[in-house]
């Protein structure tokens, strides 16, 4: 069964309450999706590290529940 996009959501916002989320279905078929996360969770980590961080939040579902996930990590901008 897909995952839908408020789901995918609330797991990383579950993981990095900070994160601003945006889900996008590039499909229109529930299983391919592109997120685009910014979060100060990130700092200081490589960008293979970020998305591992995204994985995590998503509980072993990527590959499961959700074929295919498109990244996007940054970090918001200093003040």
Do not use: C, W
């Not at 789901?7 to 499909?27: F, H, N, S, Y």
């Not at 200081?44 to 970020?50: C, F, I, S």
């Amino acid at each position: 069964m897909p995952m839908n996009p408020a789901e995918i959501e609330g797991m990383i916002k579950t993981a990095m309450p900070d994160a601003e989320v945006r889900i996008e279905d590039l499909r229109g078929d529930g299983d391919h999706y592109a997120a685009y996360i910014v979060s100060a969770a990130f700092r200081g980590k490589t960008r293979v590290q970020q998305h591992q961080m995204v994985y995590e939040a998503l509980q072993g579902r990527m590959g499961n529940e959700l074929h295919a996930l498109a990244l996007q990590t940054s970090t918001p901008p200093e003040a």
